[in-house]
């Protein structure tokens, strides 16, 4: 069955060092598939994995699928160009199936191990593009993912800092440069979901961590 006509070459020479997760948040995998494989639609992916674990490739990985959109990691934009988009098809409300995340975590290693992607370059769509996107949501399992090597998670972290450095400590491990009321409710939806009110100490402590763990370091944590 051929794939998604919706791509074309990576910009500028630049190669995936960003694997983005997504939900589609459609009624069933058969619908997901239509719209990305709808030229009217523009959007695509280069993976769709279904709830039983079927996994399909729509566009080539050497290739720029169009599922980012608007948004940045670590203040370089056009992530489209910089990763390789993986939809989950789901719509995002309940937890994701078991054979599901058994094939995502296949198809990460081997996307990892193909193209030198460390596992801080897994990121969520809502990581990217804070208060624009929600996806994977709070019922997908990162700290699974970070278990086996596959993303990361955070540690206890260092306590006691003030609330003013939280941008800055997220900006170096990689959110957007925006308010900290746009970016917090993404942080959390990642690392604390469920969790609401003003930002806190365990905030602080998460942030903190996972800058100093994996902050820009002036691009070295990319892939070479």
């Known amino acids: 069955m051929p794939g998604s006509p919706n791509y074309g070459p990576r910009r500028d020479g630049l190669r995936p060092e960003l694997v983005v997760i997504h939900y589609t ?11 990305l494989c709808d030229p ?5 992916c280069h993976w769709l994995i279904a709830p039983d674990g079927t996994t399909e490739a729509l566009v080539p990985e050497e290739m720029r ?3 980012a959109g608007a948004g940045s990691w670590r203040g370089l934009g056009d992530v489209n160009s910089r990763s390789i988009g ?8 309940q937890p994701f ?8 975590e296949g198809l990460l290693r081997g996307i990892m191990a193909r193209w030198r992607i460390p596992a801080e370059g897994v ?3 809502s990581d990217m593009a804070p208060g624009r ?5 709070p019922r997908f399992d990162w700290r699974r993912l970070a278990e086996q090597g596959l993303s990361v998670w955070p540690g206890a972290g260092t306590v006691g800092l003030g609330p003013g450095r939280f941008m800055a400590l997220a900006t170096a491990f990689g959110y957007p440069d925006l308010d900290v009321e746009t970016v917090l409710p993404a942080f959390r939806l990642r690392f604390r979901p469920g969790v609401e009110g003003p930002l806190d100490a365990r905030d602080m402590a998460l942030v903190a961590d996972l800058a100093a763990r ?4 002036g691009g070295a944590w990319r892939a070479e």
């Open 25 to 35: 948040g459609m009624a069933d995998c058969a619908a997901a598939r239509a719209r």
């Open 40 to 44: 009217a639609a523009e959007v695509s």
């Open 65 to 67: 699928a169009w599922h």
């Open 86 to 93: 993986i939809e989950l098809a789901s719509p995002g409300d």
């Open 97 to 104: 199936p078991e054979p599901q995340m058994a094939a995502l």
């Open 123 to 125: 990121i969520g769509h």
């Open 133 to 137: 996107k929600i996806d994977p949501g």
């Open 214 to 217: 994996f902050g820009d370091d």
